[in-house]
C-alpha cells in the first residue's frame, strides 16, 4: 500500500521512483517466501516420526528380506521377532526405508514354499507377519534359494537390495548364479548371510553375492542379526558414512565391524 503524505505535494517522477521501490520490496518478499517454502517442504519429505533423517547419499531403501523359513532355521525367526522393531527404528533414523519379508522353503512344502508380507514403512505390520510363520518342512538338505531369488527378480515394485540368509544352498547352483546375474544387471545387490557352516551353503551364498554385486557374511552368532542386516540396509541409504556411524553408534561385534568395511560402493541412483 502507497501512503501519501498529504501535506508534500507529489510530482510524477517521485510517485514512479516510489512505485519501483515498492515493486522490489514486494519481489524481495515472494522471493523469500518461496524458498521457505521449498525448505519446509524439504523438511517434511526427511521428517519421520518427529525427527530429522539424513541420507548422505541422498538414497531411499526398498529391501526385499529372503529369510529360509524350514525347520532349522525357528531361532533365526525367535530372534527376527525379538528384533524386528528396534532395526526398523534404527534404520529409519538414517533415510527413508521400504520392507518386504519373504519366507521361503522346499519344492516339497507345496503352496508354503513361499510366504510374503506386504511392503511396510512401519515395523508392527512386519512384526506381525514375522510372529505367524513356523519354520517347517524343507525335506532334504537344499532348499529353493534359486526360486526365490527368481521370485525377488519378477518383484512388480522397485527393489534396491535384497538381504539373503539361510543355512542350506539351492538345488541348482547354476540357476542360482544364473539369477544372481540378472540381478546385477537390474542393479539389485545380494547380500547373503550364511547361519551354520554348511559348506556347500558358503560356496553358494558367496557366488550369489559376488554375482549380483552384493556382499557375503557368516551369521555366527543371532545375536549379530539386528546389526548385520541394519549395516546392510544404511549402507544403501546412507553410503559408507552412514555405516561408519551405526557401528560407532551401537558399538557393535567385531564380526559386524568386518562386514562393514567390506561393503562395496555405496550406490548411485
Not at 14 to 25: A, C, F, R
Not at 87 to 108: E, H, P, Q, S, W
Not at 167 to 175: F, G, M, Q, R, V
Not at 222 to 240: E, N
Amino acid at each position: 500500500m502507497l501512503i501519501v503524505d498529504r501535506r508534500h505535494k507529489w510530482n510524477d517522477e517521485e510517485i514512479l521512483k516510489k512505485l519501483e521501490s515498492i515493486k522490489k520490496e514486494i519481489k524481495g518478499f515472494k522471493k523469500a517466501e518461496a524458498i521457505n517454502d521449498h525448505t519446509n517442504d524439504d523438511t517434511k519429505r526427511k521428517e519421520k516420526n518427529g525427527a530429522i533423517v539424513h541420507s548422505p547419499t541422498g538414497n531411499e531403501s526398498s529391501t526385499l528380506l529372503l529369510f529360509d523359513a524350514t525347520g532349522s532355521m525357528q531361532p533365526l525367526w525367535n530372534e527376527t521377532r525379538e528384533v524386528i522393531k528396534e532395526m526398523v527404528d534404527r534404520i529409519t533414523k538414517v533415510g527413508n526405508v521400504r520392507l518386504k519379508c519373504v519366507a521361503y522353503r522346499d519344492y516339497c512344502d507345496g503352496d508354503k514354499i513361499f510366504e510374503r508380507s506386504r511392503w511396510h514403512t512401519d515395523a508392527e505390520p512386519l512384526f506381525n507377519f514375522i510372529k505367524k510363520i513356523d519354520c517347517d518342512g524343507g525335506g532334504d538338505t537344499p532348499e529353493a534359494v534359486e526360486d526365490v531369488l527368481e521370485l525377488a527378480y519378477n518383484e512388480k515394485e522397485k527393489v534396491t537390495r535384497i538381504i539373503l540368509i539361510g543355512d542350506a544352498p539351492p538345488h541348482s547352483l547354476e540357476k542360482a548364479q544364473h539369477e544372481s546375474t540378472k540381478l546385477k544387471k537390474k542393479g539389485i545387490p545380494v547380500f547373503a548371510f550364511r547361519v551354520g557352516d554348511d559348506s556347500d551353503t558358503k560356496i553358494a551364498f558367496s557366488e550369489i553375492a559376488k554375482l549380483s554385486g552384493g556382499s557375503y557374511a557368516d551369521l555366527r552368532h543371532y545375536r549379530d542379526l539386528l546389526d548385520m542386516v541394519s549395516v546392510a540396509i544404511v549402507h544403501d541409504v546412507g553410503g559408507s558414512e552412514g555405516v561408519e556411524k551405526y557401528i560407532k553408534e551401537y558399538e557393535t561385534s567385531d564380526e559386524v565391524k568386518k562386514f562393514g568395511k567390506s561393503l562395496p560402493p555405496a550406490p548411485k541412483r
